[in-house]
């Protein structure tokens, strides 16, 4: 796995798990912010052929 890649998949899942903090919490803004960052990422990652497994929210 090259650093792209592996850079890509760890940002990918650190913001999954502050999407879920902020759900938890309650921070609708922050889980807005943190929903488009992760469609970004997830885009960035189609358009590069990085599969990503999307977990069911």
């Known amino acids: 796995m090259d650093a792209f890649t592996a850079g890509l998949l760890q940002r990918i899942r650190n913001t ?31 358009e590069h052929g990085v599969p990503v497994s999307v977990p069911a929210c």
């Open 16 to 46: 999954q798990s502050d999407l879920e903090q902020a759900r938890q919490t309650g921070d609708d803004y922050l889980a807005d912010v943190e929903q488009a960052e992760l469609e970004d990422l997830q885009r960035l990652a189609a």
